[in-house]
C-alpha cells in the first residue's frame, strides 16, 4: 500500500492536491474518485496503464528489467505535439527505443539563439545535448505533418509578437518564404496552389530545423565524420503516406 497522506495538501495559495493514487495492476477506480466527479477521460488514462502494467511490463520482465538499469537509443525523434501525429505509434518504436521531444510544428531554434538566452533554453538544446553527447544517439529525425496548426499560424499571420504560438512558430520564417516563392512560381490555381503552399511550408519548416540543428557544435562535428545522421519525416495523415529524406554533407 502506498504511504501517501490522506490529508489534503497544499500546493499554492488556493489549490490543494486531490485524489491521489498509485496505479498498479490491482487500481481500481476509488470511491472518493467517483464522488468527487473526477473525470471519465483520466479514469480512462489511469485505466491504460493499468493495462500496460498487466499486458506488457509483467509479460516482458526481461525487457523491463533491463530498461529499468539502462537505456541505449539509437534515435532521437523531434515531432509536433499533434494528437494524430504521435511518433512513437507511427513509426513502431517501443520503451527503450527514442528519446522523443514534442513541440509546436517539430521547430528547433538556431545554436546562437539558445546560447545567448541560455535562461530561457526551450528544452530542445538540453535534450540534444544530451542525446547526442551522453547517449551517443546515431539518428536524429525530425517528423513534421499534413495539416499542421503551427505552420497554419506561422502561414496565416504578419504579426509574431503577441502570443507564445507566434512567438515560437516564427523561427519557420525561412520555411514560409520559400513556400510563397514556390507558389509564385508554380501559378497554379488558388484552391491547388494553397494545398502546395501548406505542404511545402510544412517540409521546409523540417528543412529549418535540420539546418538548425546542425548549428548545434556537437550535431555538426558528428555529422561531418558520419557517427551521427539526421534525417527529415513529413507524414500525410489524410493519404496515410510518410515522405523520408536525408541531410548528408556534400563531398
Ligand atoms: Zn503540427
Known sequence: MSTISKEPQ?????????????????????AEEVNSGHDEVVNKLKNKFKGFKTDKFLAEPELFNKLAKQQEPKVMLISCIDSR??????????????????????????????????????????????????????????????????????????????DLVGGWVKIALPAKKKAHLHSHQAHHNG??????????????????????LLTYPFIEERVKDGRLQIHGMHYDLTEGKLTCWDIVPRK
Open 191 to 212: 484552391e491547388l496552389a494553397h494545398h502546395e503552399q501548406m505542404s511545402v511550408a510544412e517540409k521546409e519548416a523540417v528543412n529549418v530545423s535540420l539546418k538548425n
Open 10 to 30: 497544499l500546493l499554492e495559495h488556493g489549490y490543494e492536491i486531490q485524489n491521489l493514487v498509485v496505479v498498479d495492476e490491482n487500481y481500481s477506480t476509488g
Open 85 to 162: 501525429c504521435n511518433p512513437t505509434m507511427l513509426l513502431g518504436l517501443e520503451p527503450g527505443e527514442a528519446f522523443v521531444v514534442r513541440n509546436v510544428a517539430a521547430l528547433v531554434h538556431p545554436y546562437h539563439e539558445q546560447v545567448r538566452h541560455l535562461e530561457h533554453e526551450n528544452g530542445i538544446g538540453a535534450a540534444t545535448q544530451f542525446a547526442v553527447s551522453v547517449m551517443n544517439v546515431e539518428h536524429i529525425v525530425v517528423v513534421g505533418h499534413s495539416s499542421c496548426g503551427g505552420i497554419k499560424a506561422l502561414m496565416s499571420r504578419d504579426d509574431f509578437t503577441t
